[in-house]
Structure formats: structure tokens, C-alpha cells
């Protein structure tokens, strides 16, 4: 059985190198430190620790634990300071992720149905690694997250975490032009009648959503001319409205009211993504539910 103090007393040492200073840090006596390293010791089937006239180590054993050992005892920590603000407040927080180009869209319908009830949201808006990784450290309730064209898993590890996959929608990608722009004012377009422009694209040549548009466009007989890079759909439309070339932004991202951009169609196939909803285990279904019906 693995404990809390097992898990401190390794932290203090790898962070004051010897049993002393970490007794000195927890406001333990020496005794009680090495009581507690030699239960993880035990724990584990090998000795955490090793001691030299320079101080007390962590041996190999103890410097795997350390990662999960810090983790543990940050999230233990949080859970009682969070426990008892919710006690103290009666309003309950929920931390929740979501990836910037949605939030604006996404945040206020949300955020209002927590108000109602009665929940103090914690927002995290971040990219989709970041929500994913903070999401399998239980560090968030829940994130919206998103599936590349071509890689529908989310990046979300479902098998062993617990987490819960809700789908929420279908978000295309638009293709974006400069307003003065010739297509500006078509209805429809094949792809096609696109060959020759330069195209605003990701910085990485293996940008699923890049790949999936040069895979398109060779099929319709032409190689994408590259121009400016970004990952940012921000700064995308903004190279598309200063005439840099042209971009397919998810639907989420594409500024409205803008006089300087316009939105054309594309026949056939649309690059899309799918928008979903990952919950932690431990997030009550109700919570969910609640989530789910303001995001959709």
C-alpha cells in the first residue's frame, strides 16, 4: 500500500539531498523520513534511496517514482484545497480545456449554463497536446478537443485512462479568400480552378489538415503553391486579407462580419474535423450532460 508521506519524503530528498533537510522541510523528525523511504523501498522491491558522505540520493528506482511521486502529492494537495473552497463557497469549480479557436465561439454559451448552475468554471485554453496531456494527468474535468482530417483519435488515450469521448459536431473547413479576390464573389468553386494560387499553410510539412488539402488538390491535377506559414488561424486570415494567398480555416475560426475576407464553397469532398467532448472518469454524468448540451 502505497502512502502520501511515503511519496513526500522521496520528493524532499531528491529536492534537499539529505534526510536531515528534508525532516528540516516537512517538519519531520529524521526517523520518521527514513520510516517512510523504507516503506516505499519495500513497495517497490528495491531501495528508493542511497546514502554517501555527499548526502542522500535517489537511486534508480526512486528517480522513476519522483515524476509520479510529485503528481500525486500536487494532486492530493489540490483536491483538499479545492474540497474545501467548494465547501466553503457551496459552488462547485470545473476546470475545463478547450483549444483557442473554439473558445470564442464555444466559452459564452458554456460558461453561462455553469453560472446557472451554480458552477465556477476554471478555463484552460491551450492546444490539443497540452489539453490532452493535462487531461490524462487528471488535471482537467474535462477539454473540447478536436480530430484532424486523417487522424480521427483525438490524440485522447481512451483505453486505461477512463476517459469518455462525446461527440458534439461536424466542423468544416472554409475556404478563405482576399475580399478583391476574383472567386470573392462565386457561389461554388472546384478545387480544380484553384491551381496556380499560393496557399497560407501550417509550419509543419506533416500537418494533418495540410495533408489532407495536398492530397485533394493533387488529385485535381495541381501541386499547392506554398506561401507565409502559421499555425495560429488568427494570424492565417490575416495573411489571407493582406493578399498573401488563400487558406482553408475550420468554420470555428473564420471571422465574421470582416469586409476585407470573403467565404467560398468548394465542391466535393469537405476537410472536416470532429469536435468532441473528453471527460475525466471522475466527472459526474450529470456535469457531462450539462456540458454536452451547451458545447452542442
Not at 469586409?259 to 472518469?281: F, I, N
Request: a negative charge; glycine letters at 8%.
Amino acid at each position: 500500500m502505497i502512502d502520501l508521506r511515503q511519496l513526500r519524503a522521496l520528493r524532499a530528498i531528491a529536492e534537499h539531498g539529505s534526510v536531515a533537510a528534508a525532516a528540516r522541510a516537512l517538519d519531520w523528525s529524521q526517523p520518521t523520513v527514513s520510516h517512510h523511504l523504507a516503506g516505499l523501498g519495500r513497495a517497490t522491491g528495491t531501495a528508493v534511496v542511497e546514502s554517501s558522505a555527499a548526502g542522500t540520493s535517489l537511486t534508480t528506482a526512486g528517480r522513476l517514482w519522483l515524476p509520479h511521486a510529485s503528481a500525486i502529492v500536487d494532486r492530493a494537495d489540490r483536491a483538499l484545497l479545492e474540497v474545501a473552497a467548494t465547501l466553503e463557497s457551496g459552488r462547485r469549480t470545473v476546470r475545463l480545456g478547450v483549444f483557442p479557436t473554439a473558445a470564442a465561439r464555444l466559452l459564452p454559451g458554456l460558461v453561462a449554463a455553469f453560472d446557472t448552475a451554480g458552477l465556477v468554471p476554471e478555463i484552460t485554453e491551450a492546444e490539443l497536446d497540452v489539453l490532452v496531456a493535462a487531461l490524462d494527468r487528471l488535471e482537467l474535468d474535462a477539454a473540447v478537443v478536436y480530430s484532424s482530417p486523417g487522424a480521427p483519435r483525438h490524440g485522447v488515450r481512451r483505453s486505461g485512462t477512463g476517459v469518455t469521448l462525446t461527440p458534439l459536431f461536424t466542423e468544416r473547413f472554409s475556404l478563405v479568400v482576399p475580399a478583391r479576390h476574383p472567386l470573392a464573389g462565386s457561389g461554388r468553386v472546384r478545387l480544380a480552378a484553384l491551381a496556380g494560387e499560393r496557399w497560407v499553410v501550417g509550419t509543419l510539412d506533416d500537418d494533418p489538415v495540410d495533408a489532407a488539402f495536398r492530397s485533394a488538390a493533387v488529385q485535381a491535377g495541381f501541386e499547392p503553391l506554398l506561401g507565409p506559414r502559421s499555425d495560429d488561424y488568427r494570424v492565417v486570415v490575416e495573411y489571407v486579407a493582406a493578399g498573401l494567398g488563400l487558406a482553408f480555416v475550420p468554420e470555428l475560426a473564420v471571422p465574421a462580419g470582416r469586409d476585407d475576407l470573403a467565404v467560398v464553397e468548394v465542391e466535393g469532398p469537405a476537410l472536416a474535423r470532429e469536435v468532441s467532448l473528453a471527460t475525466a472518469p471522475a466527472l459526474a454524468p450529470e456535469l457531462r450532460e450539462l456540458m454536452v448540451r451547451a458545447l452542442a
